[in-house]
């Protein structure tokens, strides 16, 4: 869940880039760009920044155009590698650089670098790079890992595409395919989501489910142990098949608390395969975490 929550768009995730998990949406159309329907100004004048998707889970802080900036902290209580029974508390910086024109955007935020826009009414597309760090035995304080090497860490690349089911974006099924070289695999996540309330601004809750499928390649370098580890290590060989990986449900919520100041809360939870759960390097088949982050946008 770790590196999927943070995972710029969703969870896909997520998203949510380092403690920027939960990404949100306020911003109005930029002069001389035809809005979509949620766009459009409601009767009466309402001059609230308006989110060309109003999800918690979509950054955009450049109120309509331009450049965006925000800068924060956050504080994460998550299992301290994929698959460990240890927990730990973590507090890491938030921060996101955009640049909007009409209804497309070019984002730094955590450590993903990329673009994002709407097509049509309905649709999200999402496509970058991101940096993915590798497993390190030192994140054990039990010594779970000891005598594993460290594994490397990536520059992979991924797509995303969102599709709402109604004008509003108040339900969504989302795909996000994340890929590197032949050691790091690829991995698929499948979304389901549903956003509580009438906020215009990318503020309020959500809720999505998720599944993830990777190759061989992915779900090895996570759980797998070669006959090398195995003999430095003292744990089981195993080796892991590709296919179904995890699923898991994520709660989201983005509130303003004063001025330019806002919070993100997530709350998820997902669950192993059978055979990830078998692996020595896995403790638990499920784990979970909580986060909160305070944001300025600027």
Do not use: C
């Not at 005598?147 to 599709?163: A, C, I, M, Q």
């Not at 050691?183 to 989501?193: I, K, P, S």
């Amino acid at each position: 869940m770790k590196q999927l929550r943070r995972s710029a768009a969703f969870l896909l995730a997520s998203a949510v880039s380092g403690a920027l998990g939960a990404d949100g949406l306020r911003a109005q159309e930029a002069p001389g760009n035809p809005p979509a329907r949620s766009e459009q100004a409601p009767a009466g004048g309402d001059t609230t920044p308006r989110a060309i998707v109003p999800s918690p889970s979509v950054l955009d802080f450049t109120r309509g155009g331009g450049w965006g900036f925000a800068l924060g902290v956050g504080v994460e209580y998550e299992a301290a590698y994929d698959g460990s029974d240890e927990y730990e508390l973590e507090f890491e910086p938030a921060g996101a650089i955009q640049w909007r024109t009409g209804r497309q955007m070019a984002f730094f935020e955590g450590n993903e670098l990329g673009w994002r826009g709407v097509v049509g009414d309905r649709w999200l597309l999402q496509a970058g790079g991101r940096y993915e760090a590798g497993l390190d035995p030192s994140d054990s304080e039990k010594g779970a890992l000891d005598g594993l090497p460290e594994r490397d860490s990536h520059l992979t690349g991924f797509v995303e595409v969102r599709r709402a089911l109604d004008d509003d974006w108040r339900n969504w099924l989302a795909g996000r395919v994340l890929a590197g070289e032949s050691d790091f695999g690829a991995l698929g996540v499948l979304a389901a989501g549903h956003r509580f309330g009438d906020s215009v601004e990318g503020l309020g809750t959500e809720v999505y489910v998720f599944s993830t499928f990777g190759d061989r390649a992915f779900i090895e370098k996570d759980f797998g142990v070669s006959e090398a580890d195995a003999a430095a290590s003292g744990l089981a060989r195993t080796d892991l098949d590709g296919g179904y990986r995890s699923t898991g449900l994520q709660l989201v919520h983005r509130q303003r608390l004063v001025g330019e100041l806002q919070v993100i809360a997530q709350a998820g939870i997902e669950f192993y395969n059978s055979q990830i759960a078998d692996s020595p390097i896995a403790r638990d088949d499920f784990e979970a975490e909580l986060s909160l982050t305070f944001v300025w946008q600027f």
